[in-house]
Every structure is written in structure tokens, then in C-alpha cells.
């Protein structure tokens, strides 16, 4: 854009000479932004300018006649045009004006003044760019002197002529404003370029156009159009290379393949030549030599991706560490004008193996099996042969060796220990093993036999450990029950199919019913069998497993062998007392069955019950918790009107029971409950005058159990079986005399005269003072009376939350905890729990002379 000024200023009329406007002939015009004209010496003709824009108060001059004449000093009319400036050409600080040091009169001078627009241009002419690039950026700049406006320019893409990249097949066609901020001076286009990675095809090079179009406050410069050029001669030239960097394989297999494949344009057949160069392996002795030679050769037809690139490998039988030599690739040629090439992976690694002629010593088999003899004196031979494999060019030698297992040597067969030695060229060995007779009906027994490691360290072993089995003439196989056993409650023995659905309740003991039981529910099908087999039900072993309740999150704990007895209870008996579960465990029992010769069977395992928490017989006042219940001890003298006990102290003691607890009575502290209640003698010799001792181990006259096996105070049977020794034995119904079930109250009741209370029960004597007849005298008598509740069946972890102080669990495998004292009982009193731990006398006078 130009604008035009006209200015009226004073000048002189004798300019200097300098400031003739004229200029030699051929001159280009200067690119000042001002322009001064000379100044005639008689007033100025008009001067014709285009794009002229006169002032308000000046009227435009007529224009001059074409015939007139100008003197040699008047300036010739000047035309400016709408001239624009290259990029190359920047705007210079227009010359200072002449000085006027003389003003005689007015003229009229004209002043042109040029501000240049923005100008947009291409960065570069040329752009070369890889079809597999997939894009190109183009930068478009814009200068000038004022960048403070807003400028608009669109870039188009056009094909050339002739035409060589078409638009949707080379490239994506773009026709795209580009806004230009204040102050910013370049912006960049990017034009998607179309690479043919499905199907490549070699087209060479190709070439678009990109012009300038439309500028909005601005003008175009140079360069306004670029030419853009699309080489594919690298990306889709036919290539070949291997797919992977190294090859591994066994020199038995022969041969190995490399995979060779070819990428860009395969519309032609192309060739390449894969051959051999040693390295550690070396030709005709580890493998076939692939020569560079056209003999070599590996032809892609066109349209082939893939071709293997075979080494034949040589196969001896000496064992020889890993190898290695290279493939190469070369020589690469294309029907197709521009030829071909080799990748960056233009060579392979091979690694040959030779772990088939690695020497090998092993057992042939890993089982045997022998029978045992029918004769005493007979012996069974038994031959494992141990095989080597491989090189067998060395010597080796390896030990060989037997190891028991359900079969023990000098009693079922005679152990071996001895080496064996492989000479060169040697490749088997047999070990023999004798079995003997033991005359022993009994499952089929095994033992394992060994190879040590190669004393020379030639050959490895392998498959080192064998296993022999003994197959037994009579099997105790053939003694098993029929089907598996069920555990049911002692109060539904005599109704076995009624209590399929219901739980045991807590509190009463278990039975075991196993098949050949009168009382297993299917009986009518299972007796006949072990009839057949001569299972006698009797002589059933019994064993029992039981775990803690499960938590309140549902997770289980796992069964636990019962092994532990006490001096009234077993755990191997077909019932299980309730002191050894409790409310909520789990309890499976394991049989063993016995034929009428005394020959023990297979043990089978009845399915896991849970004991019911929701009933038992003498439930806690809170389910599922133990707390504190009171209790009452008595001393009292019974003298010498007593027809049965005269002139003795009776103890008696009264204890509430709970579901699982078990009451212990004693003078002495309670510690170490393993041994308190273990059948051990370390119980009767710390325990004189308690509970603990059944009525054959009580060395006072009297104690708290007697050879009585029912309660004399309770007529008939409150559960069934309560009394039944066969199920749950005389020890056991000795202590459980003392239980009166219905009222679930425990009562020991004992008497003792003052020399075994002193001696044998710990008390002491002492007095208290002198009455007013010195005649007669109190003697009072101290002793100290521990009383416990204990619970007796589960793992302590596992234990109810609330326990009263001093008592303790036994685990699952029946092995008391210790307890703490609970507190002694005072004669006609009872304690509370709280005021455990503290020491009570017993009192009672007597008239003394």
C-alpha cells in the first residue's frame, strides 16, 4: 500500500546543485521511503503521480498538455508504481533532507512516502523427503516492518506438469489457512505423505507442488511456491536380511535353518547369496561349507516374503563343547531397475550343540517291582540295570547304593553298595538286589536305590534314584472295610439314620461306626462283605482327629491327631471324650481294620463333622464363651458318731461344669498340666489328696475316686450309653461317677484323718490362744485347697474368648497347658473367682486333757 503526501514548505530559490532530482539513465530506483524531487528555478509544472490522493484544500491540477513543452530544467513528470520490494531487500533510514538556509518565496514540493506491507514466503524452495517419513513440514515466514496486525495466508497443494505425485496416493491434498498472531513471524504445514506399506512398490522419485494464495494483510514475496519430492528408492528397494541375530541347534538334528526375508518392492524376482564362514566349528568336520559363490544362492520369486537358508551339519559321536560359525548374506540382485540390497542384519550367529554325545550314566527304568518269596530261606533277585549314554570313549565309574523306605534292609531285603565301572566302549551294567522273606502280612513295601556322581568326572547323571517295590504274597489290602466310617454323638448310636442331618451336640462324647458295625446305617450291605473278609469289628484300631473351631472369618485350622491320654481317658478307643473337643470343632476319626487273624488292614477316614454350638449338655450362660462360675469346698469333722467314717475330716467339694471343662481337685499347686494329667507316676507322687488319682493309685484311706462307676444319687440313665464301659471304659466312668449330668453339677466328696492331712496333704497345726479353762485348748488346723475347672481339647490359639482365670486348654493333640491356681475353698464358704490366689484355713477344735 502507498500513500502520497503532498507538502507545502518555503524552499529556496537556488538550491544547491546536489539536489537535482534527476538520476543517469539505467539507474534502479533507491528504496528510501522518502523521495525528494529538484527544485526549478521557475515554478513547477504539475506532476503527474498514480495512485495520487490530493489534499482537502488543494484540488487535484489539471493534467498537462500533451503538446506543451518542458525546458531542459523542469522535471519531467514522474510516475510511481505499486512497487514491491524482494525479502531480500530491507527498508533503510531514508537521507536527511537538504538545508534550506535561504527562504525567498513558496513552493510547492511533492514528497513521496513508501511503508511496505508484510511480505509471506516459503522457507525453501525444495523439500526432499522418504515416502516411509510419512510426513513433511513446510515453514511459511512473513516480514516486514509492522508484524503488529493480523496477517492471513493459505498454502494449497497442487500437482505438477506433468503430473508425478497424484494427490490421495502419494499424498494427503491440504488447503489451509495460516493465521498469523501479532509479532509471530513463521508458521509450519505439515502434509501427510502415503507410504505403501501393504504392497510396496517401487516408483522413484516424485514430486508436488505447495503455493501461496490469498494474503490478508500482507503481500506475497519469493519464494510463493515450493516443490515438494518423494524418494521411495530406499524404503521400498527390494532388501533382504536375516530375521534373527543367531541360530541355535543340536548336531544330532542334522541341519539348521536361518530364516531369511525380504522387505519393500517384491513384484520381482530377486536373488542373494547366504554362505558359510568358520569360526569355532569348523567345515567338513561340524558342518557342510555354503561357499560365496552362486552355488549359495537363495531366489525370492516375486511375492515372496520368506526363504530358509539351510546349514547341513556334520554328526560324529564324540561329544564336543558348543561351536559356533557365521551365515552371510551378499551379492544382492533385482530384476527391477533399481536393483537390491542387503539389510543391517546382513549376518547370523549359529551355535551348534552337541548335549546328544554328552556322556550319560542313568537307570534304565525308575520302578521296578519283585515279588517277595513264598518260603522262608527262598531270596528274590531283583536286576537294575544302569545304561550310559553318549560318548562312551572314556572310562567312568559311579557308586551305586540302596536306601530304605517302607522296606527295611536285613529284613526285607539285602542292601547294596558297590561301584560300577564303564570301560571305554561300554555302554550297560546290572545291579542286583535280593529280597527276602519276612513273613509278615503287610502292604507292598519300597525301597529306593541311588547313583552317585561320576568319580572321573566324565559323564553326568541323570534319573539317579529308582524305585523298588516288594509285592507282598498276601496282601493286607484285602483286609479293609467296605465303605468309609461315620462319627456320630454317643446319644444317637442307636440311631444312626436320624442323625445324618443333626450335629453332635458339645459336651457328650463321640463313636466311631465303621462299616462292618451292626449299627452302620447300611449294614444289610456291608456285613456280608466283612464276613467275606474276616474282618473282626473288635479288634479295630481306632485313631482320632479333631481342630479348633472355625473362625469368624470361615477359615478352618487342620486336623490334628488326638495322641495324647489321660489318666482316665484314651484316644484310641472307638469313642472320644468330650474333654477333647468343644463347641463348634471338628472332629473325623481313622479305622483300621483287623481280619480274625490279627492281620491289620488299610486305614480308612470318616468325613469331618462339626460338634454343634448351638447345643450341648451343660451349656455356658453365654454360648460360646467359658467364664467365671462359683464354686464351694467344705471342710467338716464328722466324729465319732459318724457309723461309717468316725473321727475323720470330710472334704467336699461342689463346681459347676461346662461343656469341655475338666474339674481338678487338689492340696497341692497345680503346675504342668502335661504331667499333671498324664498317666505318668510323677502325677500320684505330687498329687496325694486330689481328684487326679482313679482309686487303685490312692495312697490314703480314702480319696475322691472310688472303684464305684455310677452316682449313687442319680437312679437310671440320663444319656444313653452314660454307663457303658465297652464304649467308653472303667477309668473313664470312675471319674464321670462324680458328674451328676442332670443337674450339671460335679460333687468329690473324701475323708482323711489328721496324721494323712498333716503328712500327706500338706496341712499344718498351730493355736490361737488360751481359753478361760486352761483344761482345754483350740487346735487349729491349716490347709490349703486348690480347686480347678480346665478346659481340656483345643489349641490355646483358638480358645473361647473368655476363660476364667486359671484355666487353660489342651490342644488338639490332647496335651494339657498349664493352669494357674484357681482359689482354695474355705470350710462352709464359697469363694468367688475374684479372690483367687489367697491362702484359707480349714478350722475345727477338739477337747484335749
Given at each position: 500500500?502507498q500513500?502520497?503526501q503532498?507538502?507545502?514548505a518555503?524552499?529556496?530559490?537556488d538550491p544547491?546543485?546536489?539536489?537535482?532530482?534527476?538520476?543517469p539513465?539505467?539507474?534502479?530506483?533507491?528504496?528510501?521511503?522518502?523521495?525528494?524531487?529538484?527544485?526549478?528555478?521557475?515554478?513547477?509544472?504539475?506532476?503527474?503521480?498514480?495512485?495520487r490522493?490530493?489534499s482537502?484544500?488543494h484540488p487535484?491540477d489539471?493534467?498537462?498538455?500533451?503538446?506543451g513543452?518542458?525546458?531542459?530544467n523542469?522535471?519531467q513528470?514522474t510516475?510511481?508504481?505499486?512497487?514491491?520490494?524482494?525479502p531480500?531487500?530491507?527498508?533503510q533510514?531514508p537521507?536527511?533532507?537538504?538545508q534550506?538556509?535561504h527562504i525567498?518565496?513558496s513552493?510547492?514540493?511533492?514528497l513521496v512516502?513508501f511503508?511496505?506491507?508484510?511480505v509471506?514466503?516459503f522457507?525453501?524452495?525444495?523439500?526432499?523427503v522418504?515416502?516411509?517419513?510419512g510426513y513433511?513440514?513446510?515453514?511459511?515466514?512473513?516480514t516486514?516492518?509492522?508484524?503488529?496486525?493480523?496477517?492471513t495466508?493459505?498454502?494449497?497443494?497442487?500437482?505438477?506438469?506433468?503430473?508425478?505425485?497424484?494427490?490421495?496416493?502419494?499424498?494427503?491434498?491440504?488447503s489451509?489457512?495460516?493465521?498469523f498472531a501479532p509479532g509471530?513471524t513463521?508458521?509450519?504445514?505439515?502434509?501427510?505423505?502415503?507410504?505403501?506399506?501393504?504392497?510396496?512398490v517401487?516408483?522413484?522419485?516424485?514430486?508436488f507442488?505447495?503455493?501461496?494464495?490469498?494474503?490478508?494483510?500482507?503481500?506475497?514475496g519469493?519464494?510463493?511456491?515450493?516443490?515438494?519430492l518423494?524418494?521411495?528408492s530406499?524404503?521400498?528397494?527390494?532388501?533382504?536380511?536375516?530375521?534373527?541375530?543367531m541360530?541355535?541347534?543340536?548336531?544330532?538334528?542334522?541341519?539348521?535353518s536361518?530364516?531369511v526375508?525380504r522387505s519393500?518392492d517384491?513384484?520381482y524376482k530377486?536373488?542373494v547369496?547366504?554362505?558359510?564362514?568358520q569360526?569355532?566349528?569348523?567345515?567338513?568336520?561340524d558342518?557342510n561349507?555354503?561357499?560365496?559363490?552362486?552355488?549359495?544362492i537363495?531366489?525370492?520369486l516375486p511375492?515372496e516374503?520368506e526363504?530358509?537358508?539351510?546349514?547341513?551339519l556334520?554328526?560324529?559321536t564324540?561329544?564336543?563343547?558348543?561351536?559356533?560359525?557365521?551365515?552371510?548374506?551378499?551379492s544382492?540382485?533385482?530384476e527391477s531397475?533399481f536393483g537390491?540390497?542387503?539389510g543391517?542384519?546382513?549376518?547370523t550367529?549359529v551355535?551348534?550343540?552337541?548335549d546328544?554325545?554328552k556322556?550319560?550314566?542313568?537307570f534304565a527304568?525308575?520302578?521296578?517291582?519283585?515279588s517277595?518269596?513264598?518260603?522262608?530261606?527262598?531270596?528274590?533277585?531283583?536286576k537294575?540295570?544302569?545304561?550310559?549314554?553318549g560318548?562312551?570313549?572314556?572310562?567312568?565309574?559311579?557308586r551305586?547304593?540302596?536306601?530304605?523306605?517302607?522296606?527295611s534292609?536285613?529284613?526285607?531285603?539285602n542292601p547294596?553298595?558297590e561301584?560300577?565301572?564303564?570301560?571305554?566302549?561300554?555302554?550297560r551294567?546290572y545291579v542286583?538286589v535280593?529280597?527276602?522273606?519276612d513273613g509278615v502280612?503287610?502292604?507292598?513295601e519300597?525301597f529306593?536305590?541311588?547313583l552317585?556322581?561320576d568319580?572321573?568326572?566324565?559323564?553326568q547323571t541323570?534319573?539317579?534314584?529308582a524305585?523298588v517295590?516288594?509285592e507282598?504274597t498276601?496282601?493286607?489290602?484285602d483286609?479293609t472295610?467296605?465303605?468309609v466310617?461315620?462319627?456320630?454323638?454317643?446319644?444317637?448310636?442307636d440311631?444312626?439314620?436320624?442323625?445324618s442331618?443333626?450335629?453332635?451336640?458339645?459336651?457328650y462324647?463321640?463313636?466311631?461306626?465303621?462299616?462292618c458295625?451292626?449299627?452302620?446305617?447300611?449294614?444289610?450291605k456291608?456285613?456280608?462283605?466283612?464276613v467275606?473278609e474276616?474282618i473282626n469289628?473288635?479288634?479295630t484300631?481306632y485313631?482320632w482327629?479333631?481342630?479348633a473351631?472355625?473362625?469368624?472369618?470361615?477359615?478352618?485350622?487342620?486336623?490334628?491327631?488326638?495322641?495324647?491320654?489321660?489318666f482316665?481317658?484314651s484316644?484310641?478307643l472307638?469313642?472320644?471324650?468330650?474333654?477333647?473337643f468343644?463347641?463348634?470343632?471338628?472332629v473325623?476319626c481313622?479305622?483300621?481294620?483287623?481280619?480274625a487273624?490279627g492281620?491289620?488292614?488299610?486305614?480308612?477316614s470318616?468325613p469331618?463333622?462339626?460338634?454343634?454350638v448351638?447345643?450341648?449338655?451343660?451349656?455356658?450362660?453365654?454360648?460360646?464363651t467359658v467364664g467365671a462360675?462359683p464354686f464351694?469346698?467344705k471342710l467338716?469333722?464328722?466324729?465319732?458318731?459318724?457309723?461309717?467314717?468316725?473321727?475323720?475330716?470330710?472334704?467336699?467339694?461342689?463346681?459347676?461344669?461346662i461343656?469341655?471343662?475338666?474339674p481338678?481337685?487338689?492340696?497341692?499347686?497345680?503346675?504342668?498340666?502335661e504331667l499333671?494329667?498324664s498317666?505318668d507316676?510323677t502325677?500320684?507322687?505330687?498329687?496325694r489328696c486330689?481328684?487326679l488319682l482313679d482309686h487303685?493309685?490312692?495312697?490314703?484311706?480314702?480319696?475322691?475316686l472310688t472303684?464305684?462307676?455310677?452316682n449313687?444319687k442319680?437312679?437310671?440313665?440320663?444319656?444313653?450309653?452314660?454307663?457303658?464301659?465297652?464304649l467308653?471304659?472303667?477309668s473313664?466312668?470312675r471319674?464321670?461317677?462324680?458328674?451328676n449330668l442332670?443337674?450339671?453339677?460335679?460333687?468329690?466328696v473324701?475323708?482323711?484323718?489328721?496324721s494323712?492331712?498333716?503328712?500327706?496333704?500338706?496341712?499344718?497345726?498351730?493355736t490361737?490362744?488360751?481359753?478361760c479353762q486352761?483344761w482345754?485348748?483350740?487346735?487349729i488346723?491349716?490347709?490349703r485347697?486348690?480347686?480347678?475347672?480346665?478346659p481340656?481339647?483345643q489349641p490355646?490359639a483358638?480358645?473361647?474368648?473368655h476363660?476364667t482365670?486359671?484355666?487353660?486348654?489342651?490342644?488338639?493333640?490332647a496335651?494339657?497347658?498349664?493352669a494357674?491356681r484357681s482359689?482354695?475353698a474355705?470350710?462352709h464358704?464359697?469363694k468367688?473367682?475374684?479372690?483367687?490366689d489367697k491362702?484359707?484355713?480349714?478350722?475345727?477344735?477338739?477337747?484335749?486333757?
Amino acid at each position: 500500500m502507498q500513500i502520497v503526501q503532498i507538502v507545502t514548505a518555503l524552499l529556496s530559490p537556488d538550491p544547491p546543485p546536489s539536489s537535482t532530482g534527476s538520476r543517469p539513465p539505467n539507474t534502479p530506483p533507491t528504496h528510501h521511503p522518502h523521495q525528494q524531487g529538484p527544485v526549478p528555478p521557475t515554478p513547477p509544472r504539475p506532476t503527474t503521480l498514480v495512485n495520487r490522493v490530493p489534499s482537502p484544500q488543494h484540488p487535484p491540477d489539471p493534467p498537462p498538455s500533451s503538446t506543451g513543452s518542458h525546458s531542459p530544467n523542469t522535471p519531467q513528470p514522474t510516475t510511481l508504481v505499486n512497487r514491491v520490494p524482494s525479502p531480500q531487500h530491507r527498508l533503510q533510514t531514508p537521507p536527511p533532507p537538504p538545508q534550506t538556509p535561504h527562504i525567498k518565496e513558496s513552493t510547492v514540493c511533492l514528497l513521496v512516502l513508501f511503508v511496505l506491507s508484510p511480505v509471506f514466503y516459503f522457507g525453501d524452495a525444495e523439500y526432499h523427503v522418504d515416502e516411509s517419513d510419512g510426513y513433511v513440514q513446510v515453514r511459511v515466514w512473513r516480514t516486514g516492518t509492522d508484524l503488529t496486525k493480523t496477517a492471513t495466508v493459505t498454502v494449497r497443494s497442487r500437482k505438477t506438469d506433468p503430473v508425478s505425485a497424484e494427490a490421495g496416493l502419494d499424498y494427503v491434498a491440504i488447503s489451509r489457512n495460516l493465521d498469523f498472531a501479532p509479532g509471530v513471524t513463521s508458521q509450519t504445514v505439515r502434509v501427510t505423505i502415503l507410504d505403501d506399506l501393504g504392497q510396496p512398490v517401487l516408483e522413484g522419485l516424485e514430486k508436488f507442488e505447495l503455493v501461496l494464495r490469498m494474503p490478508m494483510n500482507g503481500i506475497l514475496g519469493e519464494p510463493a511456491r515450493v516443490t515438494v519430492l518423494i524418494n521411495d528408492s530406499v524404503s521400498d528397494l527390494p532388501k533382504v536380511q536375516f530375521r534373527d541375530s543367531m541360530y541355535m541347534g543340536n548336531e544330532n538334528d542334522g541341519h539348521i535353518s536361518a530364516l531369511v526375508y525380504r522387505s519393500g518392492d517384491l513384484s520381482y524376482k530377486s536373488t542373494v547369496r547366504c554362505y558359510t564362514r568358520q569360526g569355532t566349528a569348523q567345515v567338513m568336520m561340524d558342518f557342510n561349507e555354503r561357499p560365496n559363490t552362486d552355488d549359495s544362492i537363495i531366489t525370492f520369486l516375486p511375492g515372496e516374503v520368506e526363504k530358509l537358508c539351510v546349514l547341513t551339519l556334520v554328526d560324529d559321536t564324540e561329544h564336543e563343547e558348543t561351536e559356533e560359525l557365521r551365515l552371510v548374506l551378499g551379492s544382492p540382485r533385482s530384476e527391477s531397475p533399481f536393483g537390491a540390497s542387503v539389510g543391517t542384519q546382513n549376518e547370523t550367529l549359529v551355535k551348534i550343540k552337541d548335549d546328544a554325545d554328552k556322556a550319560i550314566i542313568k537307570f534304565a527304568e525308575t520302578k521296578f517291582s519283585v515279588s517277595e518269596p513264598k518260603v522262608a530261606g527262598q531270596v528274590s533277585v531283583v536286576k537294575i540295570p544302569v545304561i550310559r549314554v553318549g560318548d562312551t570313549s572314556k572310562v567312568s565309574v559311579v557308586r551305586v547304593h540302596t536306601k530304605d523306605g517302607s522296606a527295611s534292609s536285613g529284613e526285607d531285603y539285602n542292601p547294596v553298595s558297590e561301584d560300577v565301572e564303564f570301560r571305554a566302549g561300554e555302554s550297560r551294567h546290572y545291579v542286583e538286589v535280593e529280597i527276602l522273606y519276612d513273613g509278615v502280612r503287610e502292604m507292598r513295601e519300597a525301597f529306593t536305590i541311588h547313583l552317585k556322581p561320576d568319580e572321573n568326572m566324565v559323564a553326568q547323571t541323570q534319573m539317579n534314584k529308582a524305585i523298588v517295590y516288594i509285592e507282598e504274597t498276601n496282601s493286607m489290602a484285602d483286609v479293609t472295610f467296605p465303605s468309609v466310617p461315620i462319627v456320630v454323638s454317643l446319644l444317637q448310636y442307636d440311631d444312626i439314620s436320624t442323625s445324618s442331618y443333626a450335629l453332635p451336640p458339645a459336651g457328650y462324647p463321640v463313636v466311631c461306626v465303621t462299616a462292618c458295625n451292626p449299627k452302620y446305617p447300611d449294614f444289610d450291605k456291608t456285613g456280608s462283605i466283612c464276613v467275606s473278609e474276616s474282618i473282626n469289628n473288635t479288634l479295630t484300631r481306632y485313631r482320632w482327629l479333631v481342630s479348633a473351631p472355625t473362625g469368624p472369618d470361615g477359615v478352618t485350622s487342620p486336623m490334628r491327631e488326638v495322641d495324647f491320654d489321660t489318666f482316665f481317658t484314651s484316644s484310641k478307643l472307638i469313642t472320644l471324650d468330650s474333654v477333647y473337643f468343644q463347641a463348634g470343632s471338628r472332629v473325623q476319626c481313622a479305622a483300621r481294620a483287623v481280619n480274625a487273624d490279627g492281620d491289620e488292614g488299610l486305614e480308612l477316614s470318616s468325613p469331618v463333622v462339626a460338634i454343634s454350638v448351638e447345643e450341648g449338655m451343660c451349656q455356658p450362660r453365654v454360648v460360646g464363651t467359658v467364664g467365671a462360675e462359683p464354686f464351694s469346698a467344705k471342710l467338716r469333722y464328722t466324729g465319732a458318731d459318724d457309723p461309717d467314717h468316725p473321727n475323720l475330716v470330710k472334704l467336699t467339694v461342689h463346681m459347676p461344669h461346662i461343656d469341655g471343662m475338666l474339674p481338678v481337685v487338689s492340696t497341692r499347686p497345680l503346675s504342668n498340666f502335661e504331667l499333671t494329667l498324664s498317666p505318668d507316676g510323677t502325677r500320684v507322687g505330687n498329687h496325694r489328696c486330689s481328684n487326679l488319682l482313679d482309686h487303685h493309685e490312692v495312697q490314703t484311706r480314702h480319696g475322691f475316686l472310688t472303684p464305684a462307676t455310677r452316682n449313687p444319687k442319680v437312679i437310671g440313665q440320663t444319656a444313653p450309653y452314660q454307663y457303658s464301659a465297652t464304649l467308653r471304659g472303667s477309668s473313664t466312668l470312675r471319674f464321670y461317677r462324680n458328674l451328676n449330668l442332670e443337674a450339671c453339677l460335679w460333687e468329690f466328696v473324701s475323708y482323711y484323718d489328721m496324721s494323712e492331712l498333716l503328712s500327706d496333704c500338706g496341712g499344718t497345726i498351730g493355736t490361737d490362744g488360751q481359753l478361760c479353762q486352761k483344761w482345754q485348748n483350740h487346735i487349729i488346723k491349716y490347709t490349703r485347697l486348690s480347686s480347678h475347672a480346665t478346659p481340656h481339647q483345643q489349641p490355646e490359639a483358638l480358645q473361647p474368648r473368655h476363660t476364667t482365670p486359671g484355666s487353660q486348654k489342651l490342644s488338639s493333640h490332647a496335651t494339657p497347658h498349664q493352669a494357674a491356681r484357681s482359689s482354695p475353698a474355705t470350710p462352709h464358704h464359697t469363694k468367688q473367682p475374684e479372690a483367687q490366689d489367697k491362702k484359707q484355713t480349714g478350722t475345727f477344735s477338739k477337747d484335749m486333757q
